[in-house]
């Protein structure tokens, strides 16, 4: 009769095996958490650059194509159009084309302006920048608000007689808006970036609020007032919509300034301004040679 060995000493091997299959330590797991989140810290910046460049880059792309239908719009009417009220919501019968009355834009349609997409024959995605905001639009309306560039052949310069220069730069001193980099901008200043007074007057301005996207109107119709992020500086207070149109000296004048992230003075618009003289010469109504 043979004798079953039995191995009183396996079971102490099965604490050893239970331990292994338990899975991580509280130890172990802090040791990953800290990697993942050290891993994040470094590279999550890095990304959200690349992701607001990728941004701005797109933004601008949209800008040049707006400027374009501008310019497409100028040949068949001889004139700019007038900005759309961005406060109007879907369904409106209104939303996306240009507001005017007797030939001149109406005064609710310059304080609430943007791009008159229907009106220019592209879709309110192409007038939207990158962060999904209207691009607000700014287009100069006269001293009084009252037509020049929005009438009726406001554009038209083909009257001029392209030998004489001083009947040019005569109608050129009287028209459009300054383009300034700081909130205080006196004529001949190094902060004014174009002048009437050099006959290089802005005809409109397109401003893309940015990724705060503070002063824009939504695709719905809802002013953003309130930043996303960070908080707006006095050059993007001076961009915003709702507020009237500025073409009275010397505060007739926005802004074009470099990306600035300093919490007293953040700014964040992309901006596109043509000149008069660059919109008329690309519409074929400029000056010509005799």
Known sequence: MKMIAINLSAPSALPRIDARVRGFSLVEMALVLLIVGLLAAVFLPATNVMLDNSRRKETRAKLEALEQAMVRFVLANRRLPCPADGDLPPGNANQGLELAAGGACTALALTNGVVPWRSLGVSQTDAMDAWNTMVSYRVWGGAAVAGSLTLADGMNMQALDPTNPGAVNTWLSTRGFRACNAAA???????????????????????????????????????????????????????????????????????????????AAYYDDLVLRPTILSVAMAAGLGPRRP
């Open 185 to 263: 901008c006196a004529v001949g200043s190094a902060a004014e970036l174009a002048s009437k007074a050099n006959g290089n007057g802005v005809a409109y301005f397109l401003i893309s609020h940015g990724p705060n996207r503070f002063g824009g109107f939504s695709a719905d119709g809802n002013y953003l007032g309130t930043s996303v992020g960070a908080p707006p500086g006095p050059l993007e207070n001076i961009n915003r919509s709702t507020v009237p149109l500025r073409s009275a000296s010397p505060n007739d004048f926005y802004v074009d300034a470099d990306f600035a992230e300093n919490p």
